[in-house]
């Protein structure tokens, strides 16, 4: 059984989208992701696996869970707790008549600034089965501060459908992605991290390989 919240929340005159859902029983997840103009800004992720297997007492047990993280990211997102990037300022964000987010251009872009450093901290233990967790923290080049407000974009280069996962930096410069991985198609594989915060950039790339397919036995 699957449950799930969704909420329009207006900081200012900011529109934010939140969505939380139970993503299932095979992954146990409650997956709550904060979108602005279509962009993911902030995603959290929380596991139930004590739930399991489920029954009428834990689906009730599990319904409050999904509801208490959505409601906790909205206290925070209204609080304050949880920081949006600078630039989503009152006024920069109009939402279109029929209540859907609309797309929004920066209008004024920051003073340009140093390269930014993108590291994978869990580079070994990443990916699980088919499901990719990448802990990642964003560094100032000149100086290895953290950078938070980051941007932090994923993407498999080579996978047979297009997809991009991203999230924001909190206070210690950290971001975590989470995915499912998708189909590689071609022999050229890789997986890109990037992350941006105004006019800086940083990218890191790992070079992938399909598993050999094991021939049928005749």
Same mark, same amino acid.
């Given at each position: 059984?699957?449950?799930?919240?969704?909420?329009? @929340?207006?900081?200012?005159?900011? *529109?934010?989208?939140?969505?939380?859902?139970?993503?299932?029983? %095979?992954?146990? &997840? !409650?997956?709550?992701?904060?979108?602005?103009?279509? =962009?993911?800004?902030?995603?959290?992720?929380?596991?139930?696996?004590?739930? &399991?297997? *489920?029954? #009428?007492? =834990?689906?009730?047990?599990? /319904?409050?869970?999904v509801s208490r993280q959505h409601h906790t990211v909205i206290q925070e997102l209204r609080s304050g707790t949880l920081q949006m990037p600078q630039h989503l300022a009152p006024g920069a964000a109009p939402s279109?008549?029929?209540?859907?987010?609309?797309?929004?251009?920066?209008?004024?872009?920051?003073?340009?600034?140093?390269? !930014?450093?993108?590291?994978?901290?869990?580079? =070994? $233990?990443? &990916? #699980?089965?088919?499901?990719? %967790?990448? +802990? @990642?923290?964003?560094?100032?080049?000149? $100086?290895?501060? @953290?950078?938070?407000?980051?941007?932090?974009?994923?993407? !498999?280069?080579?996978?047979?459908?297009? #997809? +991009?996962?991203?999230?924001?930096?909190?206070?210690?410069?950290?971001? +975590? !992605? /989470?995915?499912?991985?998708?189909?590689?198609?071609?022999?050229?594989?890789?997986? @890109?991290? /990037?992350?941006?915060?105004?006019?800086?950039?940083? +990218? *890191?790339?790992?070079? *992938?390989?399909?598993?050999?397919?094991v021939p049928a036995a005749g």
């Open positions: 059984m699957r449950f799930g919240h969704n909420s329009n @929340v207006t900081i200012g005159e900011v *529109l934010y989208h939140v969505q939380t859902e139970d993503r299932g029983a %095979t992954h146990a &997840l !409650i997956d709550t992701t904060v979108y602005y103009g279509g =962009r993911v800004l902030h995603r959290r992720t929380s596991k139930y696996t004590d739930l &399991l297997p *489920l029954d #009428a007492t =834990r689906e009730q047990r599990l /319904e409050h869970r279109s008549g029929d209540g859907k987010l609309a797309a929004v251009t920066d209008a004024a872009k920051p003073a340009q600034s140093d390269a !930014i450093l993108v590291e994978l901290m869990n580079a =070994r $233990n990443w &990916l #699980a089965g088919k499901r990719a %967790t990448l +802990q @990642v923290l964003v560094r100032q080049k000149h $100086n290895s501060s @953290v950078v938070a407000g980051a941007e932090v974009m994923a993407r !498999i280069d080579g996978a047979a459908e297009h #997809a +991009q996962f991203s999230a924001q930096t909190g206070a210690q410069g950290q971001a +975590q !992605i /989470e995915f499912d991985m998708p189909k590689l198609a071609g022999g050229d594989c890789a997986l @890109v991290i /990037e992350a941006k915060r105004g006019a800086a950039r940083g +990218q *890191l790339r790992f070079q *992938l390989r399909a598993k050999p397919k």
